[in-house]
Nanobody, 117 residues
Framework: QVQLVESGGGLVQPGGSLRLSCAAS????????MKWYRQAPGKERELVAF????????NYADSVKGRFTISRDNAKNTVYLQMNNLKPDDTAVYYC??????????WGQGTQVTVSS
């Protein structure tokens, strides 16, 4: 069965960095685009970043451009989100999602990121 397991979240001070990982199993990872989303308390889930199946194409929400980097290792069936210069507004639960054509069809359980001094 398809599984997506996020890790790497935690508490970090403003200006700090974290790297999130999403380990995939149960499907041919290298053939699927992937996305990271986040959901802050009381807010709707929002798209953070996208990466194509071979990693050759990426894009980002305006709010994270220049600070976050999405990447993938198809040999390890893992997608990453490197987050630098974190801000309190980045506090959220972060989810990875498998993309089926244009929509996400599987989600991980999420990992909490808290940015606070």
């Amino acid at each position: 069965q398809v599984q997506l397991v996020e890790s790497g979240g935690g508490l970090v001070q403003p200006g700090g960095s974290l790297r999130l990982s999403c380990a995939a199993s149960g499907f041919s990872f290298k053939t699927y685009a992937m996305k990271w989303y986040r959901q802050a308390p009381g807010k709707e889930r929002e798209l953070v970043a996208f990466i194509s199946s071979n990693g050759g194409s990426t894009n980002y929400a305006d709010s994270v451009k220049g600070r976050f980097t999405i990447s993938r290792d198809n040999a390890k069936n893992t997608v990453y989100l490197q987050m630098n210069n974190l801000k309190p507004d980045d506090t959220a639960v972060y989810y990875c999602a498998r993309m089926s054509i244009l929509i996400p069809d599987y989600w991980g359980q999420g990992t909490q990121v808290t940015v606070s001094s």
